[in-house]
């Protein structure tokens, strides 16, 4: 049973690093088990579908990116705002690391939803109210701290989310870090408007 | 020669609308050809291949757009910063109009980039330049007419491309106009600091 998790898991993270450089349309089965170093054939041992994988791997992902967010927006060794610009700092050596050719899995599927089953589209919803109300709460911090004059927290994180997916879309397609740079300088400003 | 062109364009703009609507990787010639109503035999006539199709249709598209941005911002009968949110509530419009399934052809296209044949790369961040040249002159004018305090014009425009095409997948991944009014506000607040 616990070998079974394992490869379970290997399945997921396959899929999340295979998805998030291709997206869900342009990859097959195949492809996944293959990353995931399992024969094809067993697929269907551990998902009942590439629905199933997909659903797993978008609620793999979001737990583990609300850990990443938690790890910067909590970190009492930096101001609020500096948290903020942590966690923009870690991001854009992700894409280096990478070399700007994975981006967010869930900014990707958003962007696909007019293929993906149905099913997904309030879970991929969700996981971007998830972050922004992670967000909203550092931003209070950094309010309450008077770093920022913004007092719409919730607006505020909505703004990020909303621009700060497509920042990462250009930077891949960029294969630069210069969209998450301006992205991030100009929503700053606004803060401290 | 008349009724060729006639039928080229036609698998043009069928293409366009089944790739802003579905993206690239998830659509075939054959969905291509009949939604521009040819056999899909008859394809290979008109173009050597998907690749060239692409190709021909991000060059519509990014024509097409860049005339209709011009009839925004060139409009006289409006302030400049009054063009820009003409253009928004153009573009809520007409992404409401369709059900908010399509989005932007480039925005989708660069999201896919993993994917898709490399020369596409430079193609599309081409267009996204363009936009933004026009969009800084529509801002220089409005700083002009002293509607706005930001005088980097250049940075400005980037800005609002990057965050807009953010804010065009999360419309259509929520199907609603929401997060186009979130972004398009927070803009014109940040022209204005």
């Avoid at 899995?105 to 922004?132: C, H, I, K």
């Amino acid at each position: 049973m616990r070998l079974h998790r394992a490869t379970r898991d290997r399945l997921v993270w396959a899929g999340v690093a295979t998805l998030t450089e291709k997206g869900f349309s342009a990859v097959g089965l195949e492809e996944i088990a293959q990353a995931a170093g399992i024969p094809k054939g067993s697929f269907h041992s551990y998902f009942e579908s590439k629905e199933a994988l997909g659903r797993a791997l978008i609620e793999a992902y979001a737990d583990y990116f609300a850990r990443k967010l938690d790890r910067w927006f909590e970190d009492d060794s930096h101001t609020p705002l500096a948290r903020l610009d942590a966690f923009v700092a870690d991001a854009k050596a992700g894409m280096a690391r990478h070399g700007f050719r994975r981006g967010c899995l869930v900014g990707n599927l958003g962007q696909e939803m007019g293929t993906l089953p149905e099913g997904y589209r309030d879970l991929l919803s969700r996981v971007f109210a998830d972050w922004q109300a992670r967000t909203a709460r550092c931003l209070a911090a950094a309010h309450a701290a008077g770093e920022i004059a913004t007092q719409d927290f919730e607006d505020a994180a909505a703004f990020f989310w909303i621009g700060w997916e497509g920042a990462v879309l250009r930077a891949k397609l960029e294969r630069r870090a210069d969209p998450l740079d301006t992205f991030a300088r100009g929503f700053l400003a606004t803060l401290r408007r």
